[in-house]
């Protein structure tokens, strides 16, 4: 075909809206596939689409076992594309961007600031963020008491977004942004958001032009300068205090960090100093701003279609609110104040884990794409005959199709439902039994997303803090007139 497969692509972006998250491709596919396979009766486990010259050609991958051989058993670099979108704000020096030893040693700095021992020790600073949150919302509503009323319709992304920006600059830099409480965007914000914004203009149809403007280019280089003007006096702060620091723990990521560089060090007998210079400081503000970048609209965005979720689902919310009730207690402005004292009952609600994981189930937000080599091909076994069929992968980036796995009926019963209870399902008998394999929100294998713990607890607060006191439904009629 003279064009390959762009009018399928197009077909897509017609059969959407204009600015339509490009993972929703995925679940497309599987509903339109007759239109473009002729004599199947189901989507292929490999979907090959030719997309030069508009874009690179990719394999979309619907197979959990096929997804596991380019993730895990063997982990493909990261496709050179997506690299190079992140690079006007981080300059590819970051853990999403870099390969081999070097992406090696700073994943393995940033794990144990991630990790979920010392995301239970930040827990109460948490707290305090989502409550901010949670009195938002308050305010909108009324704050009448009365279930009965409304409060004015709103956009609840914007408010999730400075809650999750508020959360990452206390966990990474132990930071007090605040800005949940700024009439308007804080410099940090406010210059983040524009980077994005030119991110998304170099890699739109004009993109190609737009990166050879100097006036895009001297916007970006501004940009940057800002935001390490605000970043930079952080990490020196924390490099004074976490340099040679091992007694007391780091109350950061980046503090972590810092001392597991230096006794890293230390510990292998080299008594030489550790450069941390320049070179060093520039390395974790570009990993700050990608955690930035990686981390807001990714839970803003969960956060939303969570109560999109429990306001389709009255027995789902009904069952929620009874945990916090049994857990907490039944008074739930007295909540947060019980979590302060013993944040280890927030890993005590199943049935609310349950509903993240079904949320983010329904709508994962992200998925990878990797650099295939020569010679690389997936082996999946066909359901129907038993025998390996080989699918190679020369020319094209094999690509997690995050979202047509998640509702693929051949590892998820009921894949259309709700259903948080499947996640309180022990055995494997049961029909109901999730696919860890087939659940990939985060990706998988050792470049999975190193914020997954810091997410999950974040809209486990959510969940807690605003369930009980709070009625949230969609308002498309009313914002549409609005509007």
Same mark, same amino acid.
């Given at each position: 075909?003279?064009?390959?497969?762009?009018?399928?692509?197009?077909?897509?972006? +017609?059969?959407?809206?204009?600015?339509?998250?490009?993972?929703?491709?995925?679940?497309?596919?599987?509903?339109?596939?007759?239109?473009?396979?002729?004599?199947?009766?189901?989507?292929?486990?490999?979907?090959?689409?030719?997309?030069?010259?508009?874009?690179?050609?990719?394999?979309?991958?619907?197979?959990?076992?096929?997804?596991? *051989?380019?993730?895990?058993?063997?982990? $493909?670099?990261?496709?050179?594309?997506?690299?190079?979108?992140?690079?006007? $704000?981080?300059?590819?020096?970051?853990?999403?961007?870099?390969? =081999?030893?070097?992406?090696?040693?700073?994943?393995?700095?940033?794990?144990?600031?991630?990790?979920? +021992?010392?995301?239970?020790?930040?827990?109460?600073?948490?707290?305090?963020?989502?409550?901010?949150?949670?009195?938002?919302?308050?305010?909108?509503?009324?704050?009448?008491?009365?279930?009965?009323?409304?409060?004015?319709?709103?956009?609840?992304?914007?408010?999730? %977004?400075?809650?999750?920006?508020?959360?990452?600059?206390?966990?990474?830099?132990?930071?007090?942004?605040?800005?949940?409480?700024?009439?308007?965007?804080? $410099?940090?914000? %406010?210059? $983040?958001?524009?980077?994005?914004?030119?991110?998304?203009?170099?890699?739109?149809?004009?993109?190609?032009?737009?990166?050879?403007?100097?006036?895009?280019?001297?916007?970006? !280089?501004?940009?940057? +300068?800002?935001?390490?003007?605000?970043?930079?006096?952080?990490?020196?702060?924390?490099? +004074?205090?976490?340099?040679?620091?091992?007694?007391?723990?780091?109350?950061?990521?980046?503090?972590?960090?810092?001392?597991?560089?230096?006794?890293?060090?230390?510990?292998?007998?080299?008594?030489?100093?550790?450069?941390? =210079?320049?070179?060093?400081?520039?390395?974790?503000?570009?990993?700050?701003?990608?955690?930035?970048?990686?981390?807001?609209?990714?839970?803003?965005?969960?956060?939303?279609?969570?109560?999109?979720?429990?306001?389709?689902?009255?027995?789902?919310?009904?069952?929620?609110? !009874?945990?916090?009730?049994?857990?907490?207690?039944?008074?739930?402005?007295?909540?947060?104040?019980?979590?302060?004292?013993?944040?280890?009952?927030?890993?005590?609600?199943?049935?609310?884990?349950?509903?993240?994981?079904?949320?983010?189930?329904?709508?994962?937000? !992200?998925?990878?794409?990797?650099?295939?080599?020569?010679?690389?091909?997936?082996?999946?076994?066909?359901? %129907?005959?038993?025998?390996?069929?080989?699918?190679?992968?020369?020319?094209?980036?094999?690509?997690?199709?995050? %979202?047509?796995?998640?509702?693929?009926?051949?590892?998820?019963?009921?894949?259309?439902?709700?259903?948080?209870?499947?996640?309180?399902?022990?055995? *494997?008998?049961?029909?109901?039994?999730?696919?860890?394999?087939?659940?990939?929100?985060?990706?998988?294998?050792?470049?999975?997303?190193?914020?997954?713990?810091? !997410?999950?607890?974040?809209?486990?607060?959510?969940?807690?803090?605003?369930?009980?006191?709070?009625?949230?439904?969609?308002?498309?009629?009313?914002?549409?007139?609005?509007?």
């Amino acid at each position: 075909m003279l064009f390959g497969h762009i009018p399928i692509l197009i077909d897509f972006k +017609r059969s959407n809206p204009h600015d339509v998250n490009i993972i929703v491709l995925h679940t497309w596919l599987t509903t339109n596939f007759a239109k473009y396979f002729d004599g199947v009766s189901q989507l292929p486990p490999v979907v090959y689409l030719d997309l030069r010259p508009v874009a690179p050609s990719f394999a979309l991958v619907y197979d959990a076992s096929a997804i596991i *051989q380019f993730t895990q058993s063997r982990s $493909l670099p990261k496709l050179h594309e997506l690299t190079e979108y992140i690079r006007p $704000l981080t300059f590819g020096r970051n853990i999403v961007s870099t390969e =081999g030893q070097e992406w090696k040693t700073w994943r393995a700095r940033f794990t144990r600031g991630f990790s979920s +021992r010392n995301i239970i020790r930040l827990l109460p600073g948490l707290i305090d963020d989502v409550q901010v949150f949670a009195d938002n919302l308050t305010v909108m509503a009324g704050n009448t008491g009365d279930r009965r009323t409304w409060g004015p319709v709103f956009q609840l992304r914007e408010k999730a %977004a400075d809650l999750t920006l508020d959360v990452i600059c206390r966990v990474t830099l132990d930071m007090k942004l605040q800005q949940q409480s700024c009439p308007s965007n804080t $410099l940090l914000k %406010a210059t $983040l958001t524009d980077q994005v914004r030119f991110m998304n203009l170099l890699n739109d149809s004009g993109g190609l032009i737009r990166r050879y403007m100097p006036w895009h280019q001297a916007m970006i !280089a501004k940009n940057n +300068r800002v935001l390490g003007s605000i970043i930079r006096p952080l990490i020196d702060r924390l490099m +004074r205090a976490n340099v040679g620091n091992p007694a007391e723990e780091a109350n950061s990521v980046i503090g972590a960090a810092i001392q597991h560089t230096h006794a890293t060090h230390h510990s292998k007998g080299d008594k030489s100093s550790i450069d941390y =210079g320049e070179d060093f400081v520039d390395v974790i503000t570009s990993n700050v701003k990608a955690f930035f970048f990686a981390g807001e609209d990714t839970t803003a965005s969960t956060i939303c279609f969570m109560f999109k979720c429990l306001q389709d689902s009255p027995d789902a919310l009904a069952r929620l609110r !009874a945990e916090h009730d049994e857990i907490l207690g039944d008074v739930p402005s007295e909540a947060a104040s019980i979590l302060r004292q013993n944040p280890h009952l927030l890993y005590n609600l199943p049935y609310t884990l349950g509903v993240i994981k079904e949320t983010l189930r329904l709508y994962p937000l !992200a998925s990878t794409a990797r650099q295939s080599p020569l010679g690389f091909d997936l082996r999946i076994v066909d359901d %129907a005959t038993g025998r390996e069929q080989y699918y190679p992968l020369e020319g094209f980036a094999p690509w997690v199709a995050a %979202a047509g796995v998640h509702q693929n009926p051949k590892y998820w019963p009921r894949p259309s439902e709700f259903l948080p209870e499947r996640w309180l399902k022990a055995e *494997q008998c049961d029909p109901l039994y999730p696919c860890k394999e087939a659940w990939i929100p985060f990706s998988s294998g050792p470049r999975n997303c190193i914020g997954m713990e810091l !997410a999950l607890a974040q809209l486990r607060f959510v969940c807690v803090l605003v369930s009980r006191s709070l009625d949230i439904k969609e308002a498309w009629k009313e914002w549409d007139q609005m509007n």
